[in-house]
């Protein structure tokens, strides 16, 4: 399934190149960027949802998704995520500091860079919604329902908090921010074991993407040398 999202991600971008030629007002960079993002999300969606039909889970089941006690689980994700959002900022500062010194170059994330950078108030409009509401679900779907859930079946629960967070700053393939988020995915999983509900750490997810977009905004100075 995820190899046909790929596939139809492909031909996407093909079709989305013919209409940048023909005026359509966004640049071929942050097209790609949403299209393999969006076909990849829905597969990591598909995938999960064929697992559970097949092993007769609901989504409550398997990962605590549900409404119960809504209030204060979104309470504990805007607290979790702005705690988050200082510490990644101090320690994203101190990592800077240490590669410059190190004369290694500093960059920004590429979808970080791709925002700042989009000419058209659509294209900063949908990369926020990703973002803001697709991103957070299926990457806490992934690294704390499935990846943290399953590490920890077989291994010592802290290897199983630190392996899925390592791999979860890995994947975002920057140097500067991966120390940040590693840490920051360290703070999601203790949030999802202390609650048993993944909309704690989705939450969390959506508010700390929402604060930096706000600084990208407002604050770009700020956002390109503190916060991963």
Known sequence: MLLLCLGMAGIAGY?????????????????????????????????TWMFLKENALSWKDAFGLCSENLMSIALMGALTAVAGFFMAAMVGALVANVLE????????Q?????????????QKLLLALMAVIFAPFVEELMFRGVLFTALKQY??????IWGSALFFGLVHVNVMSFIPLTLLAVLLTRLYEH?????????????????????M????????????
């Open 155 to 160: 291994l010592p629960r802290w290897i199983a």
């Open 195 to 215: 609650t048993s509900n993944l909309w704690a750490p989705i939450f969390a997810h959506a508010i700390f993407n929402s604060i930096n977009l706000g600084l």
């Open 15 to 47: 079709w989305l190149n013919k209409a940048i030629d023909a005026g359509f007002p966004m640049d071929e960079k942050t097209g790609l960027i949403m299209i393999n993002i969006l076909f990849l999300d829905v597969g990591i969606l598909f995938v």
């Open 101 to 108: 010194a190190m004369n290694i170059e500093v960059s920004t």
């Open 217 to 228: 905004l407002w604050l770009p100075e700020l956002i390109e040398t503190q916060t991963p």
């Open 110 to 122: 590429e979808v970080v860079n791709t925002f700042q950078n989009a000419e058209h108030p659509a």
